[in-house]
């Protein structure tokens, strides 16, 4: 039965159906409502049996739900930005051990300058930190996707991110149909795991390996995520058969199949570029979408099929690399090696730029006509660079780059209509 | 196990072999049936005072849980010379995680064992000082105030012993480590510094808070029982020997820990709810010089020129231990002595 | 689509208008989405909030820019804040206050055609009167229902019966109502086309 709901309440209440026996929690926004909400739902006994652990920091929920994962509890948490940086030696350790923790990343940029709102820094940071991330457009999604994270996670003894966008779906309120309970209970087996921290046949984990076995360790790593690559579209299928909903897999093509101009992006942007697609449909222009749902591990193949018919493909992505520029961006330029495809790098939505539908559709004009450049920020206000450039230039001494615009834009506080 | 100390005047020590003891009296170590939850054939240096202690502790936790223990390991000595893959020296079920996090993964396994309704299972966090009382201390305080069931043990070598012998917050002052070099005109670690551990866990109101040392095995694993006795967060802190990191003689790893109880260096006793509620007293009262001189660490303070002022000083912090836990004295003179104790 | 706004501050419930604005909507089978601006303000700080409506899925997550409708639920952010920021000829405003559209300064705004239509109406002092205190929310969302069509007014009651239950609920309701009421009828589902033509200036003191 749909319901009018809150995405961090959409997203809590469909993990609480998947029985975690362990949540640890630590504060930090866009991400607090999800932990909130089970947090109540532990207390009042809806939620039973689970553990609620308020911790000191990312750093010990990470090590917490390690803890627990390999007493063999279904483990969960959540974090965004700072906070997933903060938890990175911890990242690094869980997937090392092989341990199928699902953590939700309600994505938010990273400082400095601090900003609370929402692009894919984060979890773009933590690409190559071994764990599946998964990336939702929707609240429907979000909520869909964490049932499938945990049966992909345990299937292979990885943990896995599902990575929502903060605020713009963590605190918008919409339309969503929570998976059933007793379906989850079915579409999900009970937790068994690998390897478990037992006294009745004692193991040891953890251990130091050498130079005689490390590389062996880190290619089961790399073999265990690209088995992923076939699990994960079992597993949407699966869902989409239990549930009757299509939601996560690896990617989702949008009016692409005869486009020569294909947009690519994660996350909720997906649905303003859909809007935008129909309307330069409408106009009669040959453009389409794909959005990715794994981004790890990357779906080379499946992201060369769909994109080989274009000519021209803009990925527009909420992250930057700084020294290089794209990220998303740089996977697809290896998945269409040999390609006579131009590649465009759109840097877009960062620290919570509104991506507008105007905006999006000069972009896309653009690449239609052939004249956009190879890396392109969105929206840049140029003359404000220009002036900070023009400081640093002007002597050594010029300040701090974030204080200085804020002061040449000069509404600092102001409404915040956008 | 009791908590009864017994003198043996045919060696002078009570450190007496277990044949003169009634059986229930005996260190476990002198069970045929001991868990060796650490075995044999790991990679310590010889006379390696954390492998030692750690052997006691764990074996004394083995018995007192039955065998249902699990523990977690911080990154350090101990977690190097005992899994050397693919060995590996634990017979109980053990995770090694990272440097700083030991604590929140022995809350982990604890929320997952109570998750799962399993009151028999225990669970032990350690470390050494480092992954204690530095990089792991966030980790720690959080366990202890959310009362988590685990027992944290220290292994306290007083310093990073594992990267090469650096200064950690549990260095004592002068002493020279790798980034404390005996050099200048204040050779060695500076005064003032440094954090006091097993004191800090007191504060946090925890049912169960102590010390120990290798000198005292009997009391280690009595203290280890007795922990594994209460339910919720408790602490252990274990001052053990370092042949490699303090520059003594490996034979001398023992005799070095009885000093530094018996000069006062380190404090011996036992607390919980925020109060200490007994001491072990010194038997012989000796001046820290006999301690300091007999490590590398402190050579500094005896040659080239004898640094009497700084030895007073170090004498000084002894004797405030002695005055402030009552470790000098007759039995039950003091008001911390709430132990019988005593010749048998 | 229908796009509505509201402007308020940290700690009046800007957020909450939109999110029950939102299932109200959805009572009527319709799908709605309603999300914050996103910030970090303080209780006291001006704060803005959305909701869109349509009758199919909303796909599109950009921030309202052209609003179809603005709710102003604190007048004193009238002159600090661009709260008409967007605006068109067919947007319809709503002010909460019990003073007139002139005394408030926002003459100008409709002799000079720049809305459809702005209505004023004395929520605050609605909610005192029926809920016992000041949070005029929920009858400024019934005026909206009552002057834009949007939504029923039964369907905001049904909202506020979600959300807040025994006598809380049935304060908010009866403001609500009340509001509506002092609000002229629209000429059925509010479409920015179907809006009309001149403004239509409402200025509701007469029961104050």
Same mark, same amino acid.
């Given at each position: ?47 039973? =049996? ?105 299937? @292979? ?7 929502? $966008? ?129 981004? /790890? ?12 018919? !274009? ?103 102001? !409404?915040?209509?956008? | ?53 750690? /052997? ?11 065998? +249902? ?142 010390? !120990? ?31 490699? *990191? ?40 000796? =001046? ?15 040659? =080239?020129?004898?640094?009497? !002022? ?35 | ?34 999300? =914050? ?36 639920? $604190? ?55 029926? @809920? ?38 049935? *304060? ?21 086309? +179907? ?14």
């Amino acid at each position: 039965m749909p319901e009018q709901l809150e995405g961090s309440q959409a997203v809590a209440r469909t993990v609480a159906a998947c029985r975690p026996e362990v949540i640890c929690a630590y504060p930090i926004s866009p991400q607090t409502h999800i932990v909130e909400a089970l947090s109540r739902l532990v207390k009042s006994g809806a939620l039973h =049996p689970c553990e609620f652990v308020n911790v000191e920091s990312e750093y010990a929920a990470m090590s917490v739900a390690i803890g627990a994962s390999a007493t063999g509890a279904r483990a969960y948490t959540a974090t965004a930005s700072q906070g997933l940086l903060y938890m990175a030696e911890a990242l690094y350790n869980a997937s090392g051990l092989g341990l199928p923790i699902v953590m939700t990343v309600a994505n938010r940029a990273i400082g400095a300058p601090i900003n609370i709102w929402n692009d894919h820094s984060d979890s773009m940071s933590q690409r190559d930190s071994g764990w599946i991330q998964l990336y939702v457009e929707s609240n429907q999604e979000a909520a869909d996707v964490h049932v499938q994270a945990f049966r992909i996670a345990e299937a @292979l003894s990885l943990p896995v991110m599902v990575c929502m $966008d903060g605020f713009i779906l963590t605190h918008a309120v919409e339309r969503v149909e929570l998976p059933d309970p007793d379906r989850v209970d079915a579409f999900l087996p009970a937790f068994e795991p690998r390897q478990l921290l037992d006294p009745s046949a004692p193991v040891t984990i953890g251990a130091m390996v050498g130079p005689e076995a490390y590389t062996e360790v880190r290619y089961l790593a790399h073999y265990k995520q690209m088995q992923a690559l076939d699990l994960i579209p079992e597993v949407a299928a699966a869902f989409q058969q239990a549930f009757g909903r299509a939601s996560g897999g690896l990617l989702r093509p949008y009016r692409s199949s005869d486009a020569e101009t294909i947009v690519v992006a994660l996350g909720s942007v997906l649905g303003t570029i859909e809007d935008c697609v129909d309307q330069l449909r409408d106009d009669g222009h040959r453009i389409g979408a794909v959005g990715l749902r794994t981004f /790890r591990p990357w779906p080379a193949e499946e992201v060369r099929r769909a994109l080989e018919g !274009a000519r021209h493909v803009i990925v527009l992505e909420k992250a930057l690399s700084v020294g290089i520029g794209g990220i998303v961006a740089q996977n697809v330029h290896r998945a269409l090696e040999g390609l006579p495809i131009t590649v465009h790098t759109v840097i877009a939505g960062l620290g919570g730029r509104p991506i507008t539908m105007a905006s999006l559709r000069s972009l896309c004009e653009r690449g239609l006509a052939g004249t956009l450049p190879d890396t392109t920020f969105l929206d840049l206000e140029e003359a404000l660079v220009d002036a900070e450039i023009g400081r640093m230039r002007g002597g050594r001494r010029s300040g701090p780059h974030a204080e200085n615009m804020l002061r040449d834009v000069g509404t600092v506080g102001a !409404a915040g209509l956008t | 196990m009791t908590a009864t100390r017994l003198k043996y005047f045919q060696t002078g020590s009570f450190a007496a072999g277990n044949r003169l003891v009634e059986p229930s009296e005996r260190s476990e170590q002198a069970a045929p049936g001991r868990a060796n939850a650490i075995t044999c054939g790991h990679r310590a240096c010889q006379g390696c005072g954390e492998a030692l202690g750690a /052997r006691y502790a764990l074996d004394a936790a083995m018995r007192a849980t039955g065998g +249902e223990l699990i523990a977690a390991n911080a990154t350090g000595c101990l977690e190097v010379f005992s899994t050397p893959y693919p060995e590996s020296s634990w017979q109980l079920p053990w995770i090694h995680s990272l440097f700083g996090n030991a604590a929140a993964v022995s809350t982990g396994i604890a929320a997952a064992l109570r998750a799962k309704g399993n009151t028999r299972t225990r669970v032990i966090g350690q470390g050494g000082d480092g992954g204690t009382v530095d990089i792991g201390f966030a980790c720690l305080s959080g366990m202890f105030e959310r009362g988590d069931d685990v027992l944290f043990i220290c292994y306290d070598n007083e310093a990073y012993m594992n990267t090469g012998v650096q200064r950690s917050a549990a260095t004592p002052p002068s002493a020279r480590t790798a980034t404390t070099q005996a050099v200048g005109e204040a050779p060695g670690a500076p005064w003032g510094q440094g954090k006091n551990a097993p004191l800090i866990a007191l504060a946090h109101e925890i049912p169960y808070v102590a010390t !120990a040392t290798i000198a005292d095995l009997r009391d280690l694993e009595a203290k280890v029982e007795r922990a594994m006795q209460i339910r919720g967060a408790r602490y252990l802190h274990v001052l053990v020997t370092c042949p490699l *990191g303090w520059g003594t003689a490996s034979g001398d790893a023992i005799r070095v820990a009885r000093l530094a109880v018996e000069t006062g260096i380190f404090p011996v006793w036992e607390g919980g709810d925020g109060e200490v509620t007994a001491v072990t007293r010194i038997r012989h009262r000796t =001046p820290v010089e006999e301690y300091l001189k007999l490590q590398t660490r402190f050579r500094h303070l005896f040659t =080239p020129v004898r640094d009497d !002022a700084t030895i007073a000083r170090i004498q000084a912090r002894a004797d405030r231990n002695i005055e402030r836990f009552g470790l000098v004295g007759e039995a039950g003179q003091h008001p911390l002595d709430l132990h019988e104790e005593g010749g048998s | 689509m229908f796009e509505t706004r509201f402007h308020g501050r940290g700690g009046q419930g800007v957020v909450t208008s939109a999110e029950l604005l939102a299932v109200a909507a959805f009572q009527e089978g319709r799908h709605a989405q309603a999300f =914050p601006s996103f910030g970090s303000e303080r209780t006291g700080a001006p704060v803005v909030s959305f909701c869109r409506i349509d009758d199919r899925p909303i796909r599109t997550r950009e921030p309202i820019s052209a609003p179809d409708a603005v709710i102003i639920i $604190d007048p004193t952010l009238l002159h600090h804040v661009d709260v008409f920021s967007g605006l068109t000829p067919g947007s319809q405003v709503l002010v909460n206050s019990s003073r007139s559209a002139e005394e408030l300064g926002l003459g100008d705004l409709c002799s000079s055609h720049r809305v459809a239509r702005l209505q004023v109406v004395p929520a605050t002092e609605l909610a005192r009167r029926y @809920l016992g205190r000041p949070l005029p929310n929920a009858a400024l969302l019934g005026a909206l229902a009552a002057m834009t069509g949007i939504v029923a007014v039964d369907s905001v009651a049904a909202a506020i019966f979600e959300r807040f239950s025994g006598e809380v609920g049935q *304060g908010n309701a009866r403001a609500a109502y009340a509001a509506a009421e002092l609000v002229p009828p629209s000429s059925g589902r509010a479409a920015p086309e +179907e809006a009309p033509g001149g403004p239509t200036v409402m200025a509701g003191t007469s029961h104050a």
